[in-house]
Structure formats: C-alpha cells, structure tokens
C-alpha cells in the first residue's frame, strides 16, 4: 500500500518560515519524480516545486528564492523548506509522486503523478 504523509502545516505570520515534510512509504522511491503542489480555496491546484532523483530542483515563479525542496532517499522523504512566506502562500499544500525520476519538469502535468498525500494546511497571515 503507497502512502504518501505531510506534515509540517501550520499558521505563521508574514515573514515566517516552515519546514514540510512528505513521508513515502509502498514505493521504490528513487525511481519517482517528487513534487510539491498548493491550493488556494477557489483556485486550482498549482505546482510548488519539483526534484528528481539526481536532486534537480524546478520552482515555480513566485516561491523562487524563498523556499528549497530536497529529498532524502535513503529516508523516503521530501521536504519544503519555506521562508519569508507571504499571505498568498496560504494554501492546502501536497506532496506527490511521479514515476520516471528523469521527467520532472514543471511541464509535467498533474495527472502523471500517480500518488498524492492527504495535503498539510499552511496559512499566512499579514
């Protein structure tokens, strides 16, 4: 059975930081492409950030410079390291896995990841 746990959430002040994590067991980890995707209420899910099994790093525009993902494969974990969080981060934020390590772009759609954890709530204030 593959699960997929986030952990992590919570409510900070604008300027804060978090650390999430996304515990993956059932799975050969190395061989997915991990990913972390947030939703807004209202709003579509959107991609956060990638990385493969080689440590490439994908980001999407906004999160640039302020949060870091990384992987630990020997533990089967994926981490999102958010700092200097804005309001706009606020969101329901999910891990998921994709298999094929080597295709992991920010092209890569949604409905190619075939696991998803349950999700960890981060809200922002100003």
């Known amino acids: 059975q593959v699960q997929l746990v986030e952990s992590g959430g919570g409510s900070v002040q604008a300027g804060g930081s978090l650390r999430l994590s996304c515990a993956a067991s059932?799975?050969?980890?190395?061989?997915?492409?991990m990913g972390w995707f947030r939703q807004a209420p209202g709003k579509e899910r959107e991609g956060v950030a990638t990385i493969d099994n080689v440590d490439t790093m994908r980001y999407t525009d906004s999160v640039k410079g302020r949060f870091t993902v990384s992987r630990d494969n020997a533990k089967s974990t994926l981490y999102l390291e958010m700092n200097s969080l804005k309001p706009e981060d606020t969101g329901m934020y999910y891990c998921?896995?994709?298999?094929?390590?080597?295709?992991?772009?920010?092209?890569?759609?949604?409905?190619?990841?075939?696991?998803w954890g349950q999700g960890t709530q981060v809200t922002v204030s100003s």
């Open positions: 059932g799975i050969n980890y190395n061989n997915y492409c």
């Open positions: 998921a896995a994709g298999l094929s390590a080597y295709w992991c772009s920010s092209s890569r759609p949604r409905a190619s990841y075939q696991y």
